[in-house]
C-alpha cells in the first residue's frame, strides 16, 4: 500500500510564505508523476502544480510565478514552494500519485491565508 505524507500547513499573512512536503513510502525516483492538488470546501478538487520525473514542471495559471514544486532525491520528498500568498489560496492541500492506474492521496494539510 503506497502512503503519501503532506506536512507544512498552516496560517500565514496574505504575501506570505509557506512550504509544503511530500513524502511518498516510495522512492520519489520510482514515481514518474508527482502533482500537488488543492480543494476549496464546496468545490472541485483542482491541480495546482506537478513535477515529473524527467524534470518538467507544470502550474495552474492562479499559481503561476508564485509556486513553486521540486524533488529533493536525497529527502525523498517532493516540495510545493508557496510564496506571496493570497486569501483565495486558502484550501486543503493533497499530494497525489498514479502508480499502475491506481491513485493515492496523501491526508491532506491545511493551507490558510488571513490578516
Known amino acids: 500500500q503506497v502512503q503519501l505524507v503532506e506536512s507544512g500547513g498552516g496560517l500565514v499573512q496574505p504575501g506570505g510564505s509557506l512550504r509544503l512536503s511530500c513524502v511518498p513510502s516510495?522512492?520519489?525516483?520510482?514515481?514518474?508523476?508527482v502533482d500537488w492538488y488543492r480543494q476549496i470546501p464546496g468545490k472541485e478538487r483542482e491541480r495546482v502544480a506537478f513535477s515529473s520525473r524527467s524534470g518538467s514542471t507544470g502550474y495552474a495559471d492562479s499559481v503561476k510565478g508564485r509556486f513553486t514544486i521540486s524533488r529533493d532525491n536525497a529527502k525523498n520528498t517532493v516540495d510545493l514552494q508557496m510564496n506571496n500568498l493570497k486569501p483565495e489560496d486558502t484550501a486543503v492541500y493533497y499530494c497525489?500519485?498514479?502508480?499502475?492506474?491506481?491513485?493515492?492521496w496523501g491526508q491532506g494539510t491545511q493551507v490558510t491565508v488571513s490578516s
Open positions: 516510495l522512492s520519489i525516483n520510482n514515481i514518474y508523476v
Open positions: 497525489h500519485i498514479l502508480i499502475s492506474g491506481q491513485d493515492y
